[in-house]
């Protein structure tokens, strides 16, 4: 028999990235609009086992939309990783008699989910928040256009004064494990190379394709390199190894870091948030319980958290060629 | 046999959107990296008939991927609707060695494109640009990604006063024939209504729902009104209805107008734009003609220009009940 | 004996103003600092009647300095322009023990609080927040700088389409009184002309040097007017009357409305309001009442609210002599 | 007997900065207008010993009033400090018969400036422009408001996440020598302390600060840290120190870099811009050489070169205080 779900939890968990507070808007007017009782959760897991809940209404969530960052704030949580830690999380849980959950997060908080669920049978929901796009099962994650946007904005003001001065700009962009991230900004700014980590291109291509940049009456150029590129280096590293193999480029560096992560949400995240946050309320509803709420063509999906975890985000191989053709 | 293109020549026409420069540069670039010669063609179809062309390189369209507009100029051309302009277009293309192009633009463009193409058997690809998003055959046209985030950007900056003051704002955005920009915008910035061409709200309900939402607690409320809304409606006269019959609220009317035209393309629209370039002068190559680019489920793609200017865009109806969940 | 002032309240007024929410924060902060209590008061002098305060501490400005809007929302109030209603003000007031109070607003604001003061002999200071910056007494109102920067980033938006298609744009920017935000984005958006309340250039000359400014080569065309402007033509007027006369124009209008007042503040306007709300408050402490706090040559002034309020803010002549110039 | 001015050079030299091509643009226009012939010198001194110049009249500039970087581009030379070096550039400025030029730049562009006049008794005009603020003679220079809107904007999205992870950010902000943006950014974006070259607070008080900080019920904070800052540490050996001495504290650093420099100039910059370039030009015409064009009480002021380049750029010490208060 279905269970009936009275009360929702939602928190944010990992990372924080934009379009988690609409989500969690949306996560709180879909149970209001259901007429279920909605609890927000404050600092991911590490909340939940510390009891640390705050009943939410629809007024409650007014003004969040497009704010960056996250109203529930977010952390990792070690305690959650024990066995100790969980059992206490549902015990505050019943407690305050929240009967299932929504997970806003990354890979590793849909893993603390999924456990969760195996232990304590208890119903939840993810909906994947992370600027990287490094989540199977969905085209998009949450604040990856905003952090596409963001990241192709501060490309552009640096290379207002690249093309001033005649200089070569190595600028890391995040992406530890896929380069989705420095992909598109690389063809959206106009990069003249891209470092990914699905790719090792070389230091001497890296070199040579620099100097025919240079030949084809370039003034300026900008590589753009995803934190876990496949060539190994640092931002920094490249930096030495060109002042030393190219005299004909002064080279500076650019470290984008944390901002990626901020600012307010794109329309487009703030769309998904709010259809994903419906999809999870009412997937819970409907007695649907770990899965992943995704977009696939554009249209709401749902996939296995096993299958979230384990498979893998892959980049769209046509714009490698794009990106190519592009810096001719 | 195959004929072989050598000169290919690039307009824009019709109105102008952001992501058409990137579309330009493109083209471009795509046929300096297959040895193709590329002409801009200024004004559209009347510099075409003018004979207003430019031999452009890779380096000629440097500096303009992130940039609002199009570099060649956009215009309406009665000249071209004439069997006599389009002859002398036809001449002016094959004195220049012309031998193929592409048309970035909208439904008129296209039709133009494939009169033409009808006439003088002359190689033409088509490259969606608008932001009203109203083309069938693609699932994103170039410069509505932008449009989106400019007027989400806008209607953040009305809450701000809206919500001080407790009032209830009007806001016509683009959309004579669908309501994309409303429905996705209105959703974005968490409207407490959208009117759209698609769908007859009725004015009873409008005023219901504003009720509601005053009673529920709301103390400022934004409706967004596409241009060709069903209701029938100006903004202007939605405010002089409501002022009639709701002395609750205060009532205020913004028409966003050109400004949602322009800007510099959003990081989605500049990469669009240089995957379609490169399709279209690919296409054009590979003897096709006659067909617009496009993207479905994130994959280029051909639609014939018969099809797309039948075809009809269509909203995505889901949005509309996350629109009404979302307001409660 | 100067009496001791223990616990001060803040409220906005009138037209809302980005830095609003900076400058309450300032004087919330400013009275922690000098451990004396601080009331927000609600929705203007027509919270002050209802006796709508509630205590706010250090912490609870968080977040605040850099959104548009009022947090303590705004009002006009008729009740307090009757002397009953600034009685029942001031009973509230007494109630709860305010002894002094900061009002942000513009000049009748500051009226207001001059009237009350003499009636009351009660503490007042103002901090002038308004886009306009209409006020006497200061070079800059709170919201003026983000305004122009709003405007103008507009007008960037507008110039792109205008430019691309040849066109003409009336462009209707906030300004009843005093042309500061036209002369100063009409300069810095590069228009054609600026039509302020100032000065009455005709409409024969806007005329001749539209003319003039096709001749010179210009494509396009951006002509400010000032919603006062000395002409006395709404923009909906002068695009009639040249398209009457100018056949060579293609001519759009545009509104820019209330956007003008939204955003998040410069950082030149949080600077102010944070300076502003502390001197407003360190001269309440000293003993002061009735003035305005001001910024002249980048340093803090006091200037009577009877001189604030008679005074009229005038713009700088240099301005229109350098606007001629650079439209050459 | 005053030599008659007929052709003006105009160059950018060291840092680019926002609003170096609205001056150029004032300059040509302003040549223009009282019917000079204009040059623009390429690469600064550099582009002037190679004689890279152009002709540009009023059209040549159109559209990069709001465009960062500058397109005359900037470079360092090292020829132009010999006195060989001079010797050559003068001859090409003769050559061409330019009789006059217009430097864009800082302090070592002015020190060239004055030399080269001295030595050549060739009339000089200089306009600041650089994002530090960091000359004598002139309250703004040019791309300083720019890069405090870009500054603060960037940690308004840093603090996004900040605020999400109860995190410590460390911000390093442009300013060798004097701490103009780090206060101002510091006061704009609400953060905890600001070092600055100007003041050593010293490890301890700053460890205090932050504890109190903490103690307040602060979740997270933001310390501004000037490049030139006189702890004498860098953003990330302040990260070591407090990662050692303040176990409550997550501690993140991110280093802004060259993005401060980029941008589309604000309102501001645009028309000092203009007003700078109109000074500069209408100056030489009545004779006067080797001054440095400022603006003081919004006044257009000019400054003896070698006054401008002795004198030393002051923090205003109120803003210090204003930090302390706001931070409580």
Known sequence: MLQTIKKIGVLTSGGDAPGMNAAIRSVVRACAFHDIKCYGIYRGYEGMIDGDFVEMDARSVKGIINKGGTVLKSARSNKFRTKEGRQIAYDKLREAGIDAFVVIGGDGSFTGAMIFNQEFNFPVMGIPGTIDNDIYGTTHTLGYDTALNTVVDVIDKIRDTASSHNRLFFIEVMG?????????????????????????????????????????????????????????????????????????????????????????????????????????????????????????????????????????????????????????
């Open 176 to 328: 530890r494990d896929v380069g989705h991230i420095a992909l598109n900004v690389g063809i959206g700014a106009g990069a003249e190379e891209i470092l990914i980590p699905e790719e090792d291109l070389g230091l001497d291509r890296l070199v040579e394709s620099l100097r025919r940049s240079k030949a084809s009456g370039k003034s300026s150029s900008i590589v753009i390199v995803a934190e876990g590129d496949k060539i190994g280096k640092s931002v920094f590293e490249l930096k030495d190894y060109v002042d030393e193999n190219m005299a004909e480029y002064e080279v500076r560096v650019s470290v984008l870091g944390h901002m990626q992560r901020g600012g307010s949400p794109s329309c487009f995240d703030r769309v998904l948030a709010s259809r994903m946050g419906v999809k999870a309320v009412e997937s819970l509803i409907t007695g649907k319980s770990n899965y992943m709420v995704g977009i696939k063509n554009d249209v709401m999906d749902l996939t296995p958290f096993d299958q979230a975890v384990k498979g893998k985000s892959k980049i769209n191989m046509e714009l490698l060629r794009v990106s190519d053709i592009m810096s001719i």
